[in-house]
């Protein structure tokens, strides 16, 4: 038996995978520090650097998240390490909780957002998977100790849907190597460049990006880049091609690239714009101001929360609010400064304050306790 089972599977996916690296070294510390016993699954092909204490469970069969291999692979790793206690870091429900073998399983979970039982026009789910979404999240709320939320805006949206969600806000740091010097030789591009980071599916609003950009395009010089920050660029809305390859040689698409390349991808950038309709925190523009370069974010109370004063914002759904922003700070290098020089500020400021620590310590009194 152990103290806490936590699932790292989904380390190099965008989003949930900056999350489970930037958490698991303060888990494996505080841990030690409490001389408690920590497992931690992982997929065969993204195997993280772990300290000697912690116990490694390597999952060789692929189980996607949100599916039936998922809830089988779970169900096998409960009945395999009897853990006290389960963290699971994004919303979907182990069902195994529910055998009575394991009631006494002190459950934990991390909720990065609400969008699964959003509004299709919002959130691009048909009715079916928001109602997955619902029940998932009712059940979390019903079984864990603690939900996690990397922001209070998630937590608000959360105890709408329940109000009694037992909720701890950990904000997510960015990790320290963003705001060391990145090597200019490494970036794909070269030139000017508007740089979009993140997946392409319906939340993320590209094609109001691509539509903002097509508006001002002739009068720049800088091309539009779009990025995949983890494990590719992936589909999700099928509007996003058509659109980038009516520019041309003007939108360049990348999928995977490795950390390095990314930093100097970002570092390079004159903008950095993140158009999204909703988002639970929003990485990649902190990740922009800490490489010093200026950041464009949409006018979201998630967005707000985490990007503060050091962004300029726009309504998402405003295409001609968009292109005068891009348009204005494209063509103005001063004043483009003085944003990025407000997101260093923000960024340096709002790091100093954030730690994992406070999660990863009420979990192990949690399961020191017993859950009393």
Same mark, same amino acid.
């Given at each position: ?45 993204? %195997?993280?650097? #772990? ?15 949100? +599916? ?8 096998? %790793?409960? &009945? ?10 994004? @919303?979907?429900?182990?069902? =195994? ?33 928001? !109602? ?5 999240? $009712?059940? &979390? ?14 937590? +608000? ?5 329940? #109000? &009694? ?27 000017? @460049?508007?740089?979009?980071?993140? $997946?392409a599916k319906w939340h993320k609003n590209l094609p109001l990006l691509l539509g903002a950009y097509a508006d001002v395009a002739q009068h720049i010089p800088h091309k539009l880049v779009i990025a995949g920050s983890g494990e590719a ?5 099928? !509007? %996003? ?18 950390? &390095? ?23 990649? *523009?902190?990740?922009?101001?800490? +490489? ?8 979201? *109370? ?9 962004? =300029? @914002? ?5 295409r001609g609010a968009l292109a005068t922003l891009l348009r204005n700070y494209c063509d103005d290098d001063a004043e483009r400064d003085r944003l990025s020089s407000r997101g260093w500020a923000h960024v340096t400021a709002r790091q100093s304050g954030l730690s994992f620590r406070p999660a990863t310590e009420a979990v192990a009194d949690d399961l020191a306790t017993g859950g009393r």
């Amino acid at each position: 038996m152990v103290d806490l089972l936590f699932d790292a599977r989904h380390i190099r996916q965008s989003g949930i995978g900056t999350y489970i690296g930037t958490l698991l070294p303060q888990l494996e510390e505080t841990f030690t520090d409490r001389g408690m016993s920590l497992a931690v699954l992982v997929a065969e092909h993204a %195997v993280p650097t #772990l300290g000697g204490a912690t116990e490694v469970v390597v999952e060789r069969d692929v189980a996607a998240m949100y +599916s039936l291999d998922e809830q089988r692979l779970w169900n096998r %790793v409960m &009945d395999r390490l009897r853990p006290k206690g389960f963290w699971v870091p994004h @919303y979907p429900f182990p069902m =195994a909780a529910l055998r009575p073998a394991n009631r006494k399983t002190l459950l934990f979970t991390t909720v990065h957002d609400t969008l699964h039982v959003m509004e299709k026009e919002v959130s691009g789910h048909n009715l079916a998977r928001r !109602r997955y979404a619902r029940t998932m999240l $009712n059940l &979390d709320v019903r079984r864990c100790r603690r939900i996690f939320t990397p922001s209070h805006a998630t937590a +608000s949206s959360l105890t709408k849907i329940a #109000l &009694d969600a037992p909720v701890m806000v950990t904000p997510i740091p960015v990790d320290d190597e963003w705001f060391l010097p990145a090597d200019s030789r490494l970036s794909p591009v070269r030139g000017r @460049y508007i740089l979009y980071v993140g $997946n392409a599916k319906w939340h993320k609003n590209l094609p109001l990006l691509l539509g903002a950009y097509a508006d001002v395009a002739q009068h720049i010089p800088h091309k539009l880049v779009i990025a995949g920050s983890g494990e590719a660029l992936r589909g999700g809305d099928e !509007r %996003v091609t058509a659109l980038a390859e009516q520019q041309g040689d003007r939108v360049q698409v990348l999928g995977r690239l490795d950390f &390095d390349t990314l930093r100097s991808l970002v570092a390079g950038a004159d903008l950095l714009v993140m158009p999204s309709l909703h988002e639970g925190a929003g990485l990649p *523009p902190i990740e922009a101001m800490a +490489s010093h370069t200026a950041v464009l974010a949409s006018d979201i *109370p998630a967005l707000r929360e985490t990007c503060g004063d050091g962004a =300029a @914002y726009f309504d998402p759904r405003d295409r001609g609010a968009l292109a005068t922003l891009l348009r204005n700070y494209c063509d103005d290098d001063a004043e483009r400064d003085r944003l990025s020089s407000r997101g260093w500020a923000h960024v340096t400021a709002r790091q100093s304050g954030l730690s994992f620590r406070p999660a990863t310590e009420a979990v192990a009194d949690d399961l020191a306790t017993g859950g009393r």
